[in-house]
């Protein structure tokens, strides 16, 4: 199984609807272990919007995106608690949620799942539901992760040099790789190559 974020194409859009100087939350990490660009992290426990989806790798990265960001910008119902009395007439309440970073699309077998981190404010119960049946509300539990950073358009050969690298750093620190290969792209497409930040990303045993 391969997993990579998806490339920030659609979501610089996104990025452009909040202003160009709008703050984009990331999951919050603890650093275990920093060697240069080479870094162990503990990642909490999160809670993801996904879906999942078919087609390439594009393809499925961009159908993905759009039904996330249909739910973040608006395509839900906040949670209300009515009581048993007849007749009813809820009132459709709706409700923005802010746009955090990274987005993961994890490659299973012929479909893709496409995630969203929820911010951190918010507690599962007290998230709105989604109005499409598609997009799933789940827990993620708390994982290590080695990473390696690096810089540039992350083409595919740039990452798989280095996933190899980063899998050579994390055995030379005697850690084990419990899952795959992730690629992390935090930048809006007009970011210049040169400034960009990618990472890639392996779980391994604490």
Not at 151 to 167: F, H, I, N
């Amino acid at each position: 199984m391969k997993a990579i974020f998806v490339p920030l194409t659609l979501a610089g859009a996104l990025l452009l609807s909040g202003g160009p100087a709008r703050a984009v939350e990331g999951p919050a990490f603890q650093t275990v272990l920093s060697d240069g660009a080479f870094e162990v992290r503990d990642y909490p426990g999160l809670i993801v919007a996904e879906v999942t989806v078919t087609g390439g790798q594009k393809e499925a990265a961009n159908k993905g995106f759009r039904l996330l960001a249909g739910y973040i910008f608006g395509g839900n119902k906040r949670r209300q608690s009515t009581a048993m009395t007849a007749p009813v007439a809820p009132e459709a309440v709706s409700e923005k949620i802010a746009m955090t970073a990274p987005v993961t699309q994890i490659q299973n077998a012929g479909t893709w799942t496409v995630r969203f981190t929820m911010p951190r404010a918010y507690r599962m119960e007290a998230l709105p539901e989604p109005n499409d049946p598609k997009v799933q509300l789940r827990r993620l539990p708390a994982t290590r992760f080695a990473t390696l950073r690096f810089s540039g358009l992350a083409g595919k050969r740039d990452v798989d040099a280095k996933s190899t690298e980063l899998l050579a750093a994390a055995k030379s620190h005697h850690l084990l790789a419990s899952g795959p290969v992730t690629l992390a792209q935090y930048n809006p497409p007009w970011t210049p190559w040169f400034m960009r930040r990618n990472e890639v990303m392996v779980p391994v045993d604490p």
